[in-house]
């Protein structure tokens, strides 16, 4: 199993950004995702379900970030919107261990080893 997350970068304040993350190695299409955050503590900042059709967001980005999943290009994407000096961090996606999506941390067992962004001015 691999998880391979690409996109980030440098920001301006208020502005936008799409990271990715390209799974190999598993049946992409049978598990629910999520991103992470860590800056420095880690955070769940969005997961969504196996079929995509249900989604969570912690408040801290609702309305400003989007999490969606290709399954046929076997790619997770977190569009992220509205970044400020708060979104700075380490972003990494978590492979879940079933289908329906969790809260809770252990419930990830793969990982990706991360993309920065900086929204710094």
């Known amino acids: 199993e691999r998880l391979v997350e690409s996109g980030g970068a440098l920001v301006q304040p208020g502005g936008s950004l799409r990271l990715s993350c390209a799974a190999s190695g598993f049946t992409f299409s049978l598990y629910a995702m999520a991103w992470f955050r860590r800056a420095p503590e880690r955070e769940l900042l969005a997961a969504i379900s196996?079929?995509?059709?249900?989604?969570y967001y912690a408040d801290s980005v609702k309305g400003r970030f989007t999490i969606s999943r290709d399954n046929g290009l076997n790619t997770l994407y977190l569009q992220m919107d509205n970044l400020g000096e708060q979104g700075t961090g380490l972003y990494f996606c978590?492979?879940?261990?079933?289908?329906?999506?969790?809260?809770?941390?252990?419930?990830?067992?793969?990982w990706g080893q991360g993309t920065e962004v900086n929204g710094s001015s």
């Open positions: 978590g492979k879940s261990g079933g289908t329906v999506y969790s809260l809770a941390h252990y419930s990830y067992d793969d």
């Open positions: 196996a079929n995509g059709d249900t989604t």
